[in-house]
């Protein structure tokens, strides 16, 4: 049988903090026929680019198109599927840039290229990001309590 023996304590705490970080919003299309991937991801350009002309520019944006690869890029081939479904997502720190996408999503579907077809529930719903931040906290810069309630 053998002994094991394990380290000694460090001097530190693991910390798993969560803040709030902006707002997020994604939404979904269907692109049916010819050109379809190409299409959808004109279809996300479009609406960027309103966003952009209405004076909003957003932190981060995405674009990608479900059935054409871009899931998996450079795994599967380049193919023209004949429908995919486009999904746009953004994230900005100011609730009513992440709002004003939300309107301007739905348009797509009576104003972009014939066929648009909406793919999930109406707008798109704006949420509260929360991120992660680990680290480390010097145990002399921590006094323990210990509190039972009863």
Known sequence: MQNFHGLPATDTYKVS???????AAAGTLVIPGPGAAARARQSGQILLDRLTRAGITLEQSHIEVLGAGDSVPGVLPAADPPEVVMRVAVRDPRRAAVERFTKEFAPL???????TTGYTTGRPQVREVFAYWPALVAKSAVTPVVEVLG
Do not use: C, E, H, K
């Open 17 to 23: 903090a969560a803040y709030r970080d902006g707002y």
């Open 109 to 115: 579907v009576t104003s972009g290229f014939p066929g």
